[in-house]
């Protein structure tokens, strides 16, 4: 009795062993809902997060969106179908999220948002949000532009190139420069417009911007590089100098904007780094070893005025 007692136990051991031993061997599978490719930014986002995959041997289920949130939202119920052990995305707006959130939650598959957070009362809807501080990006651009123009009586006309309608970068940056330059009445904000974080579209609303207040336009603030180097397009097309007639402020930090530094004609890019790829992946992983990650985690970055873009050039990664 007492030693058939112990075969059995010998034996369900062993199944348990062997159980185990396959689910630590399962591939985690992610699905990951991109925004699209409407930068230079986004597009190093990407690489680093399909690289990293790789690396980190997770079994990558990718989507662009194309910039439109009822794509993202398609992409996400698709891998709530396909029963994906983690959904993760970069949200292009704000709001909207609840009604797919909660179904990927009653399917007990876990979220985390990369890059942009959703704008929701429960905070339960997903596990983490990692990515920058948008508000302190604004913020830094507005520093230096007050730190630059110090000795300047003013008045100092801004014209805004802001992104994507609705986004949190948008919305944040916007906050934090316009916080930083509020009591401080030689700033006027004269234009601000959506460029939709792409350069076309920098080009296109820069050109109305100078078509409408021509010479009086001392300073752009654009969200993101690429609408900065659009900008930078229409403003020579104009015959006028960027970066010595007109200064230029973005944000981002990518090769594209280091190189228009280089070249004189941007004068500081505030850095937004893009490659989240291997926080995600471990994020992943200490989820799917049951550990419980932080609510919230932010992205160390620098800021890059044009003195220093030679110097900077040879380390950038994207
Ligand atoms: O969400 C990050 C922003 O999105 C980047 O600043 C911009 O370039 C991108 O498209």
């Known amino acids: 009795m007492n030693r058939l007692y112990a075969v059995t136990l010998v034996m369900i051991s062993a199944l348990a062993l062997t159980g185990s031993a396959v689910r630590a061997d399962k591939k985690i599978t992610l699905g990951f809902a991109q925004i699209g490719a409407e930068s230079e930014w986004r597009t190093a986002n990407t690489k680093s997060i399909k ?32 029963k994906v052990d983690v959904i993760a995305f970069s949200p292009v707006v704000e709001t909207g999220w609840e009604p797919v959130l909660k179904e990927a939650k009653a399917a007990k598959i876990p979220v985390i948002l990369t890059d942009r957070a959703v704008n929701t009362k429960d905070d339960s809807l997903y596990v983490t949000f990692m990515g920058s501080d948008f508000v302190e990006e604004g913020r830094r651009a507005a520093n230096w532009l007050v730190d630059k123009t110090k000795d300047n009586p003013g008045p100092i006309n801004i014209v805004e190139l802001q992104g994507t309608v609705g986004s949190a970068p948008a919305i944040d940056r916007k906050k934090g420069f316009e916080e930083i330059i509020k009591d401080k009445p030689k700033y006027k904000i004269i234009r601000s417009q959506t460029g939709d974080f792409t350069r076309a579209k920098g080009k296109e609303v820069m050109e109305a911007f ?40 973005s944000i981002d930090g990518v090769k ?63």
């Open 51 to 82: 690289e990293a995959a790789d690396a980190a041997g997770i079994n990558l289920k990718f989507s662009d969106a194309q910039q439109k949130q009822e794509n993202q939202i398609k992409a996400i119920r698709a891998f709530i179908a396909q």
């Open 256 to 318: 594209g904007a280091f190189q228009a530094m280089m070249a004189g004609k941007l004068n500081v890019s505030v850095e937004c780094s893009p490659l989240l790829g291997p926080q995600l992946m471990a994020a992943v992983k200490d989820l799917m070893a049951g550990k419980t990650l932080p609510k919230r985690i932010v992205t160390t970055e620098g800021v890059f005025p044009m003195e220093t873009a030679a110097k900077e050039f040879p380390n950038r990664k994207y």
């Open 210 to 249: 100078l078509k409408a207040e021509g010479k009086k336009i001392n300073v752009l603030f654009a969200h993101n590089d690429d609408m900065a180097i659009g900008a930078i397009q229409a403003i020579e097309a104009a015959g006028m100098k960027p970066g010595k007639d007109i200064l230029i402020v």
